[in-house]
């Protein structure tokens, strides 16, 4: 699932959904934090951060292409050439604070986070 950027980095991939106050952005599928609802930074775009073990950023990407399902906003995440060689990554959705993954989860694609 991961697709590799070069040698020394990978492509940090996998989700984020957002479980309260969604509306449709009246597009396909498509979805976002409802305007007044606290949430309103949620949307296709909005940055997201990556941290290596000493905090410092070592990558920087936005939320991918949305999907509205069952009441849920989920958003693919791929932040691109992530250096290898961290024991562990945090990964930041707008401010809206970090979700560990080991360097193993991080390389294999299996960011999972959620809001709401």
Do not use: W
């Not at 952005?25 to 949430?39: A, F, L």
């Not at 991918?64 to 693919?76: A, L, P, Q, R, V």
């Not at 945090?90 to 401010?95: A, D, L, Q, T």
Request: proline residues 3%; glycine residues 12%; charged residues 25%.
């Amino acid at each position: 699932m991961t697709a590799t950027r070069g040698p020394d980095t990978f492509t940090l991939q996998g989700n984020f959904a957002l479980t309260e106050d969604i509306t449709s952005d009246g597009e396909d599928d498509d979805c976002k934090g409802r305007y007044d609802s606290g949430y309103d930074d949620i949307a296709e775009g909005t940055s997201v951060t990556v941290y290596g073990a000493s905090g410092d950023v070592v990558a920087t990407g936005e939320l991918g292409d949305s999907t509205y399902d069952s009441y849920i906003c989920t958003f693919d995440i791929a932040v691109p050439d992530v250096p290898k060689g961290e024991k562990f990554y945090k990964v930041e959705v707008s401010h809206r604070g970090t979700v560990q993954l080991s360097a193993e989860q991080a390389e294999n694609g299996e960011l999972v986070a959620s809001l709401g």
